[in-house]
């Protein structure tokens, strides 16, 4: 193919996404969601005008690293720590039950795979698809009703951060495994070697940054650094310590996010991309995805896997909620603020497409979920708190 024809794809993919993003936030669902359908229209499942080259599949790959890198800068750990263990116990259950709900829904419906076999892998990681949590859409909603700093609000965030980096170290173990030339003990051992490593390394990086932060406050060398460091990390992850590359670029944000330009940061990275990497990487999966080829099958799994995975969330941590002494409408609040799902869930799937652990097809079920969660979750949301406030001007 000749060089100059990529220009052509990528000014297609680009007004396609950034049109349908559009579109999609108009009618108050995620922009990512239009991004995905404008992959959908303009490759083989509809128009056929773009196929996803070697370039194109890389450009997507820095996408993927920009987007971990930032939601680690998005990390608050002072807020992490003064919520204590609570929102830790939520999260665990948060992705516990989900993780144990993706793997029966799935052996229920295709069958129980023997251990170690392709399909046993698979149903494995349906459930680890279904631990992501994306709270963007459950914090503008309770924003809007001015709850997002009361206790409810803050644990929902502070679990869905832990949610996240647990969702993300529960990836690494699960495609190590997969790896057939690496022992289960290897795998454990390169993970707990790397978290080691980033404590250790970055300790130092981030007084390097305070330093740099104090001395250039608010210049551009700083977010030029850090987007070194998140390329570093992804090769030391993937190289040295055969974990994905993604937990190295979320890692490099979580060693970020507590300097004070920790969000300049994050707004020149937000510039590379809103504008490039991002649009490209959310329709790159709507170009894997050929919709002609879906089964009736799978029409039925997705909605099986839609039903469950925001079934488990709202169990999982409403359950754990209770045990922590919650009062039983709370309980069913941060389940249900936790339901939602969104690019996380995306980048896993991708993640799992790379090595060969899931089908291209599965993308849709995906697309699904975060359409349906991104929904049900702030119409359910005011409905519970409208409720509280219904039964507050009750005359006595």
Same mark, same amino acid.
């Given at each position: 193919?000749?060089?100059?024809?990529?220009?052509?794809?990528?000014?297609?993919?680009?007004?396609?996404?950034?049109?349908?993003?559009?579109?999609?936030?108009?009618?108050?669902?995620?922009?990512?969601?239009?991004?995905?359908?404008?992959?959908?229209?303009?490759?083989?499942?509809?128009?056929?005008?773009?196929?996803?080259?070697?370039?194109l599949?890389m450009?997507?790959?820095?996408?993927?690293?920009?987007?971990?890198?930032?939601?680690?800068?998005?990390?608050?750990?002072?807020?992490?720590?003064?919520?204590?263990?609570?929102?830790?116990?939520?999260?665990?259950?948060?992705?516990?039950?989900?993780l144990?709900?993706?793997y029966?829904?799935?052996?229920a419906?295709?069958?129980?795979?023997?251990?170690?076999?392709?399909?046993?892998?698979?149903?494995?990681?349906?459930?680890?698809?279904?631990?992501?949590?994306?709270?963007?859409?459950?914090?503008?909603?309770?924003?809007?009703?001015?709850?997002?700093?009361?206790?409810v609000?803050?644990?929902?965030?502070?679990?869905?951060?832990?949610?996240?980096?647990?969702?993300?170290?529960?990836?690494?173990?699960?495609?190590?495994?997969?790896?057939?030339?690496?022992?289960?003990?290897k795998?454990?051992?390169?993970?707990?070697?790397?978290?080691?490593?980033?404590?250790?390394?970055?300790?130092?990086i981030?007084?390097?940054?305070?330093?740099?932060?104090?001395?250039?406050?608010?210049?551009?060398?700083?977010?030029?650094?850090?987007?070194?460091?998140?390329?570093?990390?992804?090769?030391?992850?993937?190289?040295?310590?055969?974990?994905?590359?993604?937990?190295?670029?979320?890692?490099?944000?979580?060693?970020?996010?507590?300097?004070?330009?920790?969000?300049y940061?994050a707004?020149k990275?937000?510039?590379?991309?809103?504008?490039?990497?991002?649009?490209?990487?959310?329709? @790159?999966?709507?170009?894997? +995805?050929?919709?002609?080829? *879906?089964?009736? $099958?799978?029409?039925?799994?997705? %909605? !099986?896997?839609?039903?469950?995975a925001?079934?488990?969330?709202i169990?999982?941590?409403?359950?754990?909620?209770?045990?922590?002494?919650?009062?039983?409408k709370?309980c069913?609040?941060?389940?249900?603020?936790?339901?939602?799902?969104?690019e996380?869930?995306?980048?896993?799937?991708?993640?799992?497409?790379?090595?060969?652990?899931?089908? @291209?097809?599965?993308?849709? +079920?995906?697309i699904?979920? *975060?359409?349906? $969660?991104?929904?049900?979750?702030? %119409? !359910?949301?005011?409905?519970?708190?409208?409720?509280?406030?219904?039964?507050?001007?009750?005359?006595?």
């Amino acid at each position: 193919m000749e060089t100059y024809v990529i220009f052509k794809d990528l000014a297609i993919i680009i007004i396609a996404a950034k049109s349908c993003g559009i579109i999609a936030k108009k009618l108050n669902a995620p922009m990512v969601v239009g991004e995905i359908i404008a992959g959908l229209l303009i490759g083989p499942s509809v128009l056929g005008i773009v196929e996803q080259g070697d370039f194109l599949a890389m450009m997507a790959e820095i996408g993927v690293l920009m987007l971990m890198f930032n939601a680690g800068l998005g990390t608050n750990l002072r807020d992490l720590i003064k919520t204590g263990p609570k929102a830790v116990l939520i999260a665990c259950a948060g992705v516990g039950v989900p993780l144990l709900g993706g793997y029966l829904a799935y052996s229920a419906y295709y069958g129980l795979a023997p251990k170690g076999s392709d399909k046993f892998y698979e149903a494995i990681f349906i459930g680890v698809i279904m631990t992501a949590t994306s709270v963007s859409i459950t914090v503008e909603t309770l924003k809007e009703m001015g709850k997002l700093r009361g206790e409810v609000g803050t644990t929902i965030l502070s679990a869905a951060i832990v949610d996240d980096i647990i969702g993300i170290i529960v990836l690494t173990f699960v495609i190590g495994f997969k790896s057939t030339s690496v022992e289960p003990g290897k795998v454990v051992s390169n993970t707990a070697l790397f978290f080691l490593f980033a404590i250790g390394v970055g300790i130092v990086i981030y007084y390097i940054f305070k330093y740099m932060d104090s001395k250039w406050p608010h210049s551009r060398r700083i977010p030029i650094y850090g987007l070194t460091l998140c390329f570093a990390m992804a090769y030391v992850a993937e190289k040295y310590f055969g974990i994905a590359d993604i937990t190295g670029a979320f890692t490099a944000g979580i060693i970020l996010c507590n300097i004070k330009d920790s969000d300049y940061i994050a707004q020149k990275m937000d510039i590379s991309s809103y504008m490039l990497f991002g649009p490209i990487f959310f329709a @790159s999966i709507g170009l894997k +995805t050929n919709i002609s080829k *879906i089964s009736k $099958s799978m029409i039925v799994f997705s %909605i !099986i896997f839609v039903l469950v995975a925001l079934v488990t969330k709202i169990v999982g941590c409403g359950l754990m909620a209770k045990l922590c002494r919650f009062k039983n409408k709370d309980c069913l609040k941060i389940g249900v603020g936790m339901m939602t799902r969104g690019e996380v869930a995306l980048i896993v799937a991708q993640k799992g497409l790379g090595v060969g652990m899931v089908d @291209s097809a599965y993308f849709t +079920t995906v697309i699904l979920l *975060i359409i349906v $969660s991104s929904v049900t979750t702030p %119409i !359910i949301m005011k409905i519970l708190y409208n409720s509280d406030t219904e039964k507050k001007t009750q005359p006595v």
